[in-house]
T-cell receptor, first 114, second 119 residues
Framework: AQSVTQPDIHITVSEGASLELRCNYS??????LFWYVQSPGQGLQLLLK??????LVQGIKGFEAEFKRSQSSFNLRKPSVHWSDAAEYFC????????????FGAGTRLAVHP | GAVVSQHPSWVICKSGTSVKIECRSL??????MFWYRQFPKQSLMLMAT?????????EQGVEKDKFLINHASLTLSTLTVTSAHPEDSSFYIC???????????????FGEGSRLTVL
């Protein structure tokens, strides 16, 4: 069965520091991979996605993620975190063919210290 | 980008009453909508998939008689929590995918969520 694991429940970084949020997936084939961000009490906003091609994908707000098939990982990175990046981040996997039915990881809550 | 709007954004009701949550696509035709439930500090759990004009497909463990989903038009899906109890208190989020003009967007757009508190 498809599953997504986000090992870090809560991460705290200082403003300006680099960030890496981990995501591992379990899927029988190469899935579609997504990272979403959720601010408190809000819906989800798509940061970036991987369908195929270049394994390093760029997203909005300065985020990027790298698909590593050998490690079944799709880690999210940002070189310099801003205080406004504090939020909940969800990794998700979808079956090839579209965005449609997504399985979400448990989420990683990011806190940013000034 | 496309906009999906949920209403109400929060609702408090008494135990035993029914509550309806609306999910609207504002600038595209949502052929498929998804309803998720999110418990505090947890991930989103898919409850059901609804396609316009047909019955919703519920995920395993989700009571279809408890959570009534109607997708009567290409811009509106509703989730009705019937005979709500305190354990139904949660954050409910909808998402939608569909077409805009002649293009199949394929992308999934999320509503802002609706927080239900059952007393």
């Amino acid at each position: 069965a498809q599953s997504v694991t986000q090992p870090d429940i809560h991460i705290t970084v200082s403003e300006g520091a680099s960030l890496e949020l981990r995501c591992n997936y379990s899927y029988g084939a190469t899935p579609y991979l997504f990272w979403y961000v959720q601010s408190p009490g809000q819906g989800l906003q798509l940061l970036l996605k991987y369908f195929s091609g270049d394994t390093l994908v760029q997203g909005i707000k300065g985020f990027e993620a790298e698909f590593k098939r050998s490690q079944s990982s799709f880690n999210l990175r940002k070189p310099s975190v801003h205080w406004s990046d504090a939020a909940e981040y969800f990794c998700a996997v979808g079956a090839p063919g579209g965005y449609n039915k997504l399985i979400f990881g448990a989420g990683t809550r990011l806190a940013v210290h000034p | 980008g496309a906009v999906v709007s949920q209403h109400p954004s929060w609702v408090i009701c008494k135990s035993g009453t029914s509550v309806k949550i609306e999910c609207r696509s504002l600038d595209f035709q949502a052929t498929t909508m998804f309803w998720y439930r999110q418990f505090p500090k947890q991930s989103l759990m898919l409850m059901a998939t609804s396609n316009e004009g047909s019955k919703a497909t519920y995920e395993q463990g989700v009571e279809k008689d408890k959570f009534l989903i109607n997708h009567a038009s290409l811009t509106l899906s509703t989730l009705t929590v019937t005979s709500a109890h305190p354990e139904d208190s949660s954050f409910y989020i909808c998402s939608a995918t569909g077409t805009s003009g002649s293009s199949n967007t394929g992308e999934l757009f999320f509503g802002e969520g609706s927080r239900l508190t059952v007393l």
